[in-house]
């Protein structure tokens, strides 16, 4: 989840401090969500969490109520994946008809449950389902992360 946060920060922390801001000038309706169902589909060692104290210590600024004490989530099998999928398209479908625009912020492996069609470069992704479209943007290309 680590990677995760740092990646949704360098991309999106410009809005996240704004919608923060205590100036009504500056604020923008953002908000953010830590959702545990969007986690690695791997079990390397990259792919193990830290406890729910570590993240708040880590990244003060928000919050991991969703999250497990520990990172004692199940180990990673096609089926836990499939249906995390499944739930992380419910919620979203949910949250559609409230807001405007969803970024979603996950790790590629789990991309791969949550969305059907075509392979796609880094940052880049499109699909739809029965009640929710999955989409986003090319954000930036590797050779941006050197």
């Known amino acids: 989840m680590t990677r995760t946060i740092q990646t949704a920060t360098l991309a999106f922390g410009h809005l996240i401090d704004r919608s ?21 589909t791997h079990d390397g060692a990259s792919s193990k969490g830290l406890s729910r104290v570590e993240l708040e210590a880590k990244f003060p600024r928000f ?64 699909s739809s389902h029965p009640g929710c479209t999955v989409t986003s943007s090319n954000l930036m290309n590797r050779s941006s992360l050197l």
């Not at 836990?80 to 492996?109: D, F, P, Q």
């Open 63 to 126: 919050d991991f109520s969703a999250c497990n004490e520990l990172w004692d989530y199940p180990p990673h099998n096609t089926k836990n994946a499939t249906l995390r999928a499944e739930e992380a398209r419910r919620r979203l479908s949910i949250l559609s008809e409230c807001y405007k625009s969803i970024v979603l912020v996950t790790h590629a492996g789990f991309i791969r449950y949550l969305v059907e069609g075509p392979s796609f470069k880094v940052c880049g992704m499109a």
């Open 20 to 40: 923060q801001s205590a100036n009504p000038l500056l604020s923008k309706n953002v908000e953010v969500q830590i959702w545990p169902e969007l986690r690695e």
